[in-house]
């Protein structure tokens, strides 16, 4: 009878543990569940488009990237696939472009250019880029497949609801090169596609404020000539702009908006923290560019006066306007201070 009644008591002590344990714990943080990455496929479609609709047809759709060298040095736009505008904020982790295509002419490399070039981005902000290398000759009528990875920012490149993301892939070629190149398309044997491994990106808690800067700049050489005979870049060539980051920014936007008197219309935009390390780019083959960074990309960069470095790559007589918007937390505008120049 002594056993059951110790046996018992146990149980009491056991079941008061168990309780104890069931109790909410006033002084625990709650670790938010885990948010998982997927992959997804968006598809190279007739018209410019990007969808996730796997390509059913057995017949390629050939869609024409036209004339390098007219649309560098006119500034008109590049060949561009385009997603619907997204509904959520996401994180892009990875991004991975594979892409078939083949040509009417005899196309020959061009020198030291890369064959193609890829840009990943959105609408309005194409700051992740790859140089790829292809066959030294792209035969008439033959078919070629490419593949890369699209280096994205420490951090991944996110992506705002209401935005469209977007892939650019541009051939260079010489000025006396054939320009009859075309991407194939929306077919199961040519299932051209950009591969996105991506994440929800959950909203902050604090409400945001624009703190705006403004600077302008004339630079009236190129510096592809200093770049090509390894002369350090000048003022005509390179415009510097430092401004002030506060610790509590969560968002830093550069826009640079410029215009070319002669040769191609590139202007090339950089942007480095307080210790010169690169934060956010914009190197498109356009005189309009934007660089941004957001929470995901600020981490463990350091703070205080930035840089936003501007290149005229190509052009002869350019002047530009450079507009630098910080996002701070509501209370904390007077911390994020600067002067155009």
């Known amino acids: 009878m002594k056993a059951w009644a110790g046996l018992a008591v146990l149980l009491v002590a056991f079941s008061g543990c168990l309780a104890e344990s069931s109790r909410p714990c006033d002084d625990c943080v709650m670790e938010p569940p885990a948010i998982e990455s997927v992959v997804r496929p968006f598809y190279l479609k007739p018209g410019h488009v990007l969808a996730e609709e796997h390509p059913a047809s057995d017949a390629p759709q050939r869609v024409a990237t036209g004339d390098f060298w007219v649309r560098y040095e006119t500034g008109q736009p590049q060949p561009t696939f385009f997603s619907e ?110 591969e996105l491994k991506v994440r929800s990106r959950p909203a902050g808690e604090a409400t945001l404020v624009p703190i705006t800067t403004t600077f302008s700049g004339t630079l009236p050489a190129p510096a592809y000539v200093e770049a090509v005979s390894g002369r350090p870049p000048s003022t005509l060539t390179t415009g510097l702009h430092p401004f002030h980051v506060p610790a509590s920014a969560q968002k830093v936007d550069v826009v640079l908006t410029g215009s070319i008197l002669l040769g191609g219309k590139d202007l090339d935009l950089v942007v480095l923290d307080a210790a010169g390390e690169q934060v956010a780019q914009s190197v498109t083959p356009y005189a309009t560019e934007h660089a941004r960074a957001h929470r995901e990309n600020l981490e463990g960069k350091a703070f205080g006066t930035w840089t936003a470095r501007v290149n005229n790559w190509l052009g002869v007589g350019a002047t530009y306007t450079l507009v630098v918007t910080l996002w701070v937390p509501e209370g904390e505008a007077a911390l994020a201070t600067g002067s155009g120049a």
Request: charge should be negative; hydrophobic fraction near 50%; aromatic fraction near 10%.
């Open 85 to 194: 505008a997204l509904n959520e904020s996401l994180v892009v982790e990875n991004a991975t472009v594979r892409f078939w295509f083949t040509t009417d002419g005899v196309v020959p490399r061009a020198g030291n250019f890369a064959e193609w070039d890829a840009w990943f981005g959105t609408d309005v902000s194409m700051s992740a880029v790859v140089a790829m290398n292809g066959p030294d000759v792209v035969q008439r009528g033959q078919v070629y497949e490419l593949q890369a990875e699209i280096g994205l920012p420490s951090g991944g490149f996110v992506l705002e609801p209401g935005e469209r993301f977007a892939l650019m892939l541009r051939p260079v070629m010489l000025q006396s090169q054939a320009n009859e190149i075309y991407l194939l398309v929306d077919a199961e044997a040519t299932p051209s596609v950009l």
